[in-house]
């Protein structure tokens, strides 16, 4: 039955029951969805070529990326229809875990690499550590680094300072016109503070650092799965 499953239907048939669950979670569906869906396409990153996409490590991610690069449906979900496609508050409470910019042509982007915070990271504190098993690491079909990552891009037509906020956890944003110049571009401000809620009525106190990016010629939010998302394997051909 899991050699019919359509790409965007397997979060439904993982939820069935216990033995889909499992059945999601092996290297042989993985591998077996690839085949089925595999198309030679220009942009297709050389790491998610069949010839490399051998490894069970993080199979299960590598399999969705090259997805979004080769299947219809979900080529067509991530093409942009707006020039700001989702508002940047989406990541409010979210932690910045890296910022760097590049300089593109005239344009300067900067990326800020937001994960969403581990509410249940307490529950496990009592529990007994063990080290890790090699082999079952090398098998983890699940694996994937970026699960929880988003990343702020915003091109910006001139160079911003940007104080350091690795740590801090989104607070705010405000994204209103620019004046410069003449109100054809955008200004963003974020907050960034500690993260921490002293009340319920309490936010955490005041904001820590302020980033103004100003003027914003165009915001994305990019989900790890993206083409678009840099990571270890495709920064080079992005920045390039």
């Not at 344009?107 to 890790?132: A, C, R, T, V, W």
């Not at 109100?183 to 980033?211: E, M, N, P, W």
């Amino acid at each position: 039955m899991s050699d019919y499953i359509r790409p965007e239907d397997v979060g439904i048939f993982a939820g069935i029951c216990k033995t889909s669950f499992e059945v999601v979670c092996t290297a042989r569906f993985w591998f077996g969805l690839y085949r089925r869906y595999y198309k030679s396409v220009a942009n297709m990153p050389e790491h998610l070529q069949p010839e490399c996409l051998i490894r069970k490590y993080g199979l299960r991610a590598n399999v969705i990326r090259a997805l979004f690069h080769m299947y219809k449906p979900f080529i067509e979900r991530i093409k942009p229809v707006t020039t700001f496609e989702e508002h940047p508050d989406s990541l409010i409470k979210h932690n910045c875990h890296l910022l760097w910019y590049i300089k593109k042509n005239r344009n300067f982007i900067f990326y800020f690499k937001m994960k969403q915070k581990n509410l249940n990271l307490l529950s496990h504190s009592n529990d007994k550590f063990e080290g890790p098993d090699l082999l079952s690491i090398l098998d983890d079909v699940s694996a994937n680094p970026e699960e929880h990552c988003r990343i702020l891009e915003v091109t910006c037509a001139h160079f911003n300072h940007v104080p350091p906020v690795i740590g801090l956890t989104l607070t705010s944003v405000s994204l209103t016109l620019s004046s410069i110049p003449n109100f054809r571009y955008h200004r963003l401000q974020l907050g960034f503070g500690s993260g921490i809620i002293l009340s319920s009525t309490c936010k955490g106190g005041a904001d820590i650092a302020t980033v103004i990016l100003d003027p914003v010629i165009n915001i994305r939010v990019l989900d790890w799965w993206h083409p678009l998302y840099p990571y270890y394997h495709n920064m080079k051909e992005l920045i390039g």
